[in-house]
């Protein structure tokens, strides 16, 4: 067990901050909206910082996943925009097409989005269905050369940026988990809408997605039905992509409030003087530390196609969703007032690491997972009639 980054680590996580630094930063200022986050997809293709975790004959870096999630947590901690393009670029629902699409597949949709030229979404919760998620109704039909879909999803994240949503949808009528398939849906496909979005706590839109006889060539099915596991154990490395979000969260708000309690002053003392402030700084850090190892843990042990033990995955979840709260609310107490306004950026990444404990399956969810693990048998949440 070696518990040092090593040099290449260290060296990509300083890559990136220099990128942000030199390329990066200077478009951020301004107001933020889809174009923007579109161009600075493009830059951060541009300077290597997409597909990072992606095979490299599909277009991406081919590095493992530790390391792609280092990369994430660091321009997470640079701006929140640039971790969700690194994350969603790398980690993001792109992951299920690199290891279960066709070749052509790989082609239409991971190259062009390592070149950041597309985006993806995730579409797997409906109004009936959300942590319940097997209980989507969303319908696929095949019918010749094209699949028809009819239903609706909710709270899908970064459509209004991204060109296409992997939607998780029922290819059968068991009822079953079992008939749980996905496909590709490009956003100008006839039959598609979405909503214009809910601005969720964090200020980012949440959007529904609506399929009304939408039709889809067939060559964009990812999985017919029959492997809800598969695309799980992929959505296992996207949990982990935003887990090291939430690192990269509570690693800045640490980081400011530290740097704030040196400098701010009451009683003709700094706050770093104060006792309690020090205890406060040294439980922060005692928690961000204890994140990063359940996380690295987590992204180490996973398999050589980047497939993380699921149970490592959601120890790492409960334990990070909580501490980042935890670390944020703190930092916002060290700032006083100003730590409350949202003047200063503390209010933002509270807001972005809340929700963490709601999606990706929930804290409550996995706890029970956790629990199913330990005791070794399946525990089910569904009350049969
Ligand atoms: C910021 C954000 C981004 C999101 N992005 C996406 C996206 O891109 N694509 C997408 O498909 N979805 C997305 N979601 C939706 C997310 O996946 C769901 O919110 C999540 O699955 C929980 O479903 P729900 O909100 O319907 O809560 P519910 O399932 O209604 O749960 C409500 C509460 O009950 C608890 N609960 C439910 N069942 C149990 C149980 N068995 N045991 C104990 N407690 C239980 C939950 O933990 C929760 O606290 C996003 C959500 C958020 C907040």
Redesign the pocket.
């Known amino acids: 067990m070696d518990f040092q980054l090593s040099e290449r680590q260290v060296e990509l996580t300083t890559a990136g901050r220099e990128i942000y630094e030199r390329h990066l930063r200077p478009m951020l200022d301004g107001p933020s909206g889809p174009e923007k986050t579109r161009a600075l997809r493009l830059a951060m293709a541009e300077h290597g910082l997409l597909g990072l975790n992606l095979p490299e004959k599909q277009g991406g870096l081919g590095l493992p996943l530790l390391d792609t999630l280092l990369v994430t947590q660091t321009m997470q901690h640079c701006h929140s925009s640039l971790g969700g393009i690194a994350h969603r670029s790398s980690t993001g ?1 792109v992951g299920a097409i690199a290891e279960y699409g066709t070749e052509d597949q790989q082609e239409r949709f991971v190259r062009p989005l390592c070149e950041g030229k597309i985006g993806i ?7 009936e ?5 097997t209980a989507m109704k969303t319908r696929a039909r095949i019918e010749g050369d094209e699949v028809v879909l009819n239903g609706r ?6 459509v209004n940026v991204n060109h296409y949503t992997l939607v ?1 949808c029922r290819f059968g009528t068991t009822g079953k988990a079992s008939d749980i398939g996905a496909v590709i849906v490009p956003h100008d496909a006839p039959g598609f809408s979405h909503s214009s979005g809910t601005v ?3 200020d ?1 839109l ?1 959007f529904e997605l609506y399929f009304d006889d939408c039709r889809v060539p067939l060559s964009n099915v990812l999985i017919d039905g029959g492997a809800f596991g598969k695309l799980i154990s992929v959505y296992n490395a996207e949990r982990l992509g935003s887990i090291s979000r939430m690192v990269g969260s509570a690693e800045a708000a640490y980081d400011y409030a530290l740097a704030y309690s040196k400098e701010r002053k009451q009683f003709n003392r700094e706050l770093s003087d104060f006792q309690g402030i020090q205890w406060m700084l040294a439980e922060m850090r005692v928690k961000l530390d204890a994140a990063k190892l359940l996380l690295y843990r987590a992204a180490a042990n996973a398999s050589a196609n980047g497939l993380p033990n699921p149970t490592e995955t959601s120890i790492a979840k409960v334990f990070v969703s909580q501490a980042a709260k935890q670390i944020c609310d703190d930092a916002i107490q060290i700032l006083g007032a100003n730590g409350y306004t949202k003047e200063y950026p503390l209010v933002h990444r509270y807001a ?1 690491v809340r ?11 996995h ?2 997972m956790i629990a199913s693990a330990i005791l070794e048998r399946p525990i089910s ?1 569904w009350k049969r009639d």
């Open positions: 629902a979404s995730i579409g797997i919760t409906e109004p269905a959300g942590s319940a998620a999803k909710q709270f899908v994240s970064a998780y969720n706590m964090a980012e949440l972005e929700g963490g404990s709601i999606y990706g399956g929930s804290l409550q969810i706890k029970n949440q």
